[in-house]
């Protein structure tokens, strides 16, 4: 059975810094494409940031040049580094990850529980 452990997130104030974690336990079919959410109050969920097969990171428009994704594949763990944060970066922060078919799909198989990331002015 496959788990996504999230970690790092809390409060901050605004133009501080997070790092967050996501680690993928009991997977060990290969690799994983890899992907942050996030869904701010009364907000629909939306992509913050992901890995491609091909290495290619996709970013949000709004945290473009701020926030910067990783993987350590060894690890299976997934990392979003977020600097400069404003106070429209608040909202639960969720991780997902699905099998590496050589490309990777929009739909994923495993879901984290999702973390709180609170940014004040």
Same mark, same amino acid.
Not at 11 to 20: D, H, I, K, M, N
Not at 72 to 90: A, H, R, V
């Given at each position: /059975? #496959?788990?996504? #452990?999230?970690?790092? *997130?809390?409060? @901050?104030?605004?133009?501080?810094?997070?790092?967050?974690?996501?680690?993928?336990?009991? +997977?060990?079919?290969?690799?994983?494409?890899?992907?942050?959410?996030? /869904?701010?109050? *009364?907000?629909?969920?939306? #992509? @913050?940031?992901?890995?491609?097969? $091909?290495?290619? %990171?996709? +970013?949000?428009?709004? @945290? %473009?040049?701020?926030?910067? @994704?990783? /993987?350590?594949? $060894?690890? !299976?763990?997934? +990392?979003? /580094? !977020?600097?400069?944060? %404003?106070?429209?970066?608040?909202?639960? +922060? #969720?991780?997902?990850?699905?099998?590496?078919? *050589?490309?990777?799909r929009d739909r994923f198989e495993y879901w984290g529980q999702g973390i709180v990331v609170t940014v004040?002015?």
């Open positions: /059975q #496959v788990h996504l #452990v999230e970690s790092g *997130g809390g409060s @901050v104030e605004a133009g501080g810094s997070l790092r967050l974690s996501c680690a993928a336990i009991g +997977y060990t079919a290969g690799s994983l494409c890899m992907i942050w959410f996030r /869904q701010a109050p *009364g907000k629909e969920r939306e #992509v @913050v940031a992901r890995i491609e097969s $091909d290495g290619r %990171k996709i +970013y949000a428009g709004s @945290v %473009k040049g701020r926030f910067t @994704v990783s /993987q350590d594949y $060894d690890k !299976m763990t997934l +990392y979003l /580094q !977020m600097n400069s944060l %404003k106070p429209e970066d608040t909202g639960t +922060y #969720v991780c997902a990850a699905d099998p590496d078919r *050589g490309w990777c004040s002015s």
